[in-house]
């Protein structure tokens, strides 16, 4: 039978670059095995969102739809049909190049980019947290399994016992 490891040497295996005394390495492996250690990150995110990180978000959530590509092209042809010489009679406020829109299109890009990048990097802080519940979650899974794996083994090995006892038992009565 193959030599596996109990759940406290694969906990410190993990812990043995870490400085924990004895004391703290026993309360870890209790508080994996006997604790749920899941977490949802939606909720403890959103618990510490402020209002800064809700207007990114709601932002970049619009800026990002279809609805707004196509309400921004409907403005933008609004806004070169209105100030063409062909429809104004050369009253027009924004003359062919359209420079003020030019400014306008670079003020909105200058703004929405960074806001969108802090919304973006937000996700990633979630990512990775969710990443690290995903990694605490499989670990206590592991352990876990190993340690059923390892009561199985020995429920089999008295199985069999119990078995050649019976079986021993039944030929002396023959």
Known sequence: MENRKTKKEIVKMLLKNNELDSQDEEELIDLLIDQPISIDVDKQEEAKLTFGD?????????????GFIFGFTLFLIFWIVL????????????PYPFILLNLVLSCIAALQAPIIMMSQNRQAA?????????????????????????????????????????????EESK
């Open 54 to 66: 809700k207007v990114a978000d709601k932002v970049s959530e619009k800026a990002g739809s279809w």
């Open 83 to 94: 100030n063409t010489k062909i429809l104004m009679d050369g009253s027009e406020i924004d």
């Open 126 to 170: 979630k990512d990775s947290l969710r990443n690290q519940n995903d990694y605490r979650t499989d670990l206590k899974s592991e352990i876990i399994l190993e340690e059923l794996h390892d009561k199985m083994e020995m429920i089999l090995k008295n199985q069999r016992k119990i078995m050649k006892y019976l079986e021993d038992e039944d």
